[in-house]
């Protein structure tokens, strides 16, 4: 198992242009976070390579959807209008 978890830090810091100390890191938050382990204080408020890496791993963040609509609904702006003044931009 040693032998996948080196082999997992490797491929996420090459994927990632990372460091393996910061590689390594976001593989251990990762998994902390999986199991629901509560993160050390040393991992919530280091500044070094590791810790921002863990905490990058552990508090994974959800990217936005993207919001698709009509671009008319947008206040102020309106399809094939063309400002006639630099004043009305």
Known sequence: MKDLYKEKIKVVADRNGWSPTHAHGYVDGDIARRR???????????????????????????????????AAALPGRWPGRVAARAGEL
């Open 36 to 70: 629901g382990a509560t993160p050390s204080k040393y991992a919530q408020v280091g500044i070094d390579e590791y810790c921002l890496g863990f905490r990058e791993g552990y508090y994974e963040r959800k990217k936005p959807e993207p919001v698709i609509g009509n």
